[in-house]
């Protein structure tokens, strides 16, 4: 008789010493709101639960149980467990992760329209890095050789006059004739017939004519294809220039 009491009463103990507990609480965020899908665990036994859309979850466990609540864009959270956890509800705050944005910088007005804006702001490196380089080609000057008449290109006199070139222009007729001067020689004038004291007087006479020299006046620069087509024009003024002075 008494080997069953004994039994009885020590079997009661189990139970009581191994009865599953619950813990039941409620979550919130920072300010107050109910915060649904939290995934709570328990490290212990790996049991995962979700709080449903009042925030309110309930676990197995026991006191000294860890759990953990994790939900994106909020602090993950670890508590543990209190004797008292085991008679009353667990309250639980998160708290929202800081998310770091980029740091833009704004080198013109914002317009208003997300669309535009967008496309100005942040841009992609490789955009970036192309602008830049079209912007670099851009602003570099083209070789006035490039637009100078070809070998062998007969060229319309415009017949605009003498000019002494504008300010702007980095050379005026007076530099141009001194290079078509140096670069051809004396020479080249003398065997035409030209004389020295004229040689001036013909170079520009030749101007006069219609010689384009835009482009040279305005870059500073003439090319071996200007001086070609120089010596073209000169050839369909030369007869001219020779003739008696009744018949010009």
Known sequence: MKFKLFFFLSLIFFLHTHAQSYIFGKITSEDGAEVQDVNVINIRTDEMVLSNRDG??????????????????????????????????????????T????EVEVKKGLTGNLKIDTKNYNKPKKVEKLTAE??????????????????????????????????????????LMSYIKKSLGEEYFTDLKIEKPLIDHFIYYVF?????RKKILKYGFCSDADLYRFQRFVLTRISSYRAPQTQK
């Not at 062998?152 to 006059?161: I, L, S, T």
């Not at 006069?208 to 384009?212: Q, S, T, V």
């Open 56 to 97: 309110h979850f309930m676990i197995s466990g026991r006191a000294g149980d860890e759990l953990r609540f994790i939900k994106v864009g909020y602090e993950r959270l670890t508590r543990k467990v209190a004797s008292e956890n085991i008679q009353a509800p667990m309250n639980i705050s998160l708290v929202r992760t």
């Open 99 to 102: 998310i770091q944005i980029p």
């Open 134 to 175: 079209m912007d670099r080609y851009i602003s570099q000057k083209s070789d006035p050789r490039i637009l100078a008449a070809r070998p062998g290109e007969f060229v319309q006199p415009k017949g605009e006059g003498f000019s002494i070139g504008k300010v702007k222009d980095k050379w005026d007729d007076i530099d």
């Open 208 to 212: 006069a004519g219609g010689f384009e």
